[in-house]
């Protein structure tokens, strides 16, 4: 059986502004855990140049045939969301029993305070989408939304950790 080769170019961006390193955290990381599961892949920074990227009929079909491609991956961040939140001040009580005044103190001791609370939440929205090689036609494609937590890399590893789950449910990975 021949092994699936899968190109990944991911066109990650954070705020405005492309981040070359964060696009080869991505696609390493997609290339290592489709290699975990004997799917031959490759990054797109190791064959083409960023400004191949828009070239699609002269350089990017070629070195795909080139490649033997069968299907081709596009990972990208779409947009991002804070959530803000109100958290109340909240007191908790044990249960109100005490027969003299070392219970009452006990039960007092035992009472848990949280002050009241501001927080916001990050989110990153992000799609991706499975290509077939050999006609452009999309085969697979999601959005997904992640709360930002941990370092990029974490959450790098966690995203696409998601992605390849998703392939593997949908039957398009082993």
């Known amino acids: 059986m021949k092994k699936q080769i899968i190109s990944v170019i991911s066109n990650t961006l954070i705020g405005v502004a492309k981040t070359p390193i964060i696009k080869k955290i991505v696609e390493d990381e997609f290339v290592r855990q489709f290699k975990s599961r004997g799917v031959d892949a490759v990054a797109s920074y190791t064959l083409l140049l960023a ?8 350089v990017i079909a070629a070195k ?21 939140y109100f958290a109340p001040e909240k007191i908790e009580y044990p249960p109100p029993y005490y027969a ?3 219970d ?11 002050p009241s609370y501001k927080a916001e939440d990050e989110y990153a929205v992000m799609e991706t989408n499975l290509y077939d090689a050999r006609n452009d036609k999309l085969i697979w494609a999601v959005a997904s939304e992640t709360v930002m937590l941990g370092s990029d890399q974490e959450q790098i590893k966690s995203y ?15």
């Not at 009452?104 to 949280?114: F, G, I």
């Open 160 to 174: 696409i950790s998601a992605m390849v789950k998703g392939m593997v449910e949908q039957k398009l990975l082993k």
């Open 51 to 58: 400004e191949q990227l828009n070239d699609h009929d002269a």
């Open 64 to 84: 795909l045939k080139n490649q033997g491609a069968d299907a081709v991956l596009i990972s990208r961040f779409v947009s991002q969301r804070n959530v803000q």
């Open 104 to 114: 009452y103190y006990e039960t007092c001791a035992q009472s848990l305070y949280s």
């Open 100 to 102: 003299n005044c070392w």
